[in-house]
């Protein structure tokens, strides 16, 4: 049975692409031409991607679960702070831990007119536990962390010009930092 020509031509490619992987040295590229290289290296990934799909005859599901993309953890840690409550600034009391939080504006001061009310946040910050509390996974790194994450937001009242009750906050504690 004769060779069909794609399977022939990928052939040829994929020697192409030993050759020139074999005559590449890393050390010859300025960076302007090595982030070229690379974008079109990503290129050919793509295009590859989309071949692969375009000829196997089973479907890859239009999206993966993978616990570890960054991206996922995120949208996860997002739908997490928006699912609660927003709280008052000002009645904001300590609490122990590390965590991310984002800042809301209520009032009808003219800058911020845009956002207020929205589910812009004015503010989004984080506050990181001691270093040698990062990556514990232990419970401990609550009261270990101190009340840090309470006091980085609590050192912002000072700046809603005496309008604390405009403003209202989002915030989730991590065991790991947020």
């Known amino acids: 049975m004769a060779k069909n020509p794609a399977v022939t031509r990928a052939d040829d490619l994929l020697a192409e692409i030993n050759d020139l ?13 090595r982030k070229q290289f690379m974008q079109r290296i990503e290129t050919m990934r793509e ?16 999206a993966f679960f993978d616990p570890a993309d960054p991206s996922l953890i995120g949208n996860f840690v997002a739908l997490a702070l928006i699912a609660q409550d927003r709280q008052p600034l000002g009645a904001m009391t300590p609490f122990y831990g590390a965590g991310i939080y984002a800042i809301y504006y209520n009032g009808e001061a003219e800058p ?12 989004v910050g984080k506050a990181d536990p001691p270093k040698y509390c990062l990556g514990t996974g232990s419970g ?3 009261h270990a962390g ?8 609590m050192e912002l009242r000072p ?20």
């Open 21 to 33: 992987l074999a005559r590449t040295d890393p050390e010859s590229f300025t960076n302007p031409a």
């Open 47 to 62: 295009r590859l991607d989309q071949l692969t799909r375009t000829v196997d005859t089973v479907a890859l599901p239009s």
């Open 112 to 123: 911020y007119g845009p956002i207020s009310g929205t589910e812009t946040p004015i503010y």
């Open 140 to 142: 401990r790194i609550y």
């Open 146 to 153: 101190g009340e840090r994450f309470s006091t980085r937001i």
């Open 159 to 178: 700046s809603t010009g005496g309008r604390i009750d405009q403003f209202c906050l989002l915030h989730g504690t991590g065991s790991d930092g947020g």
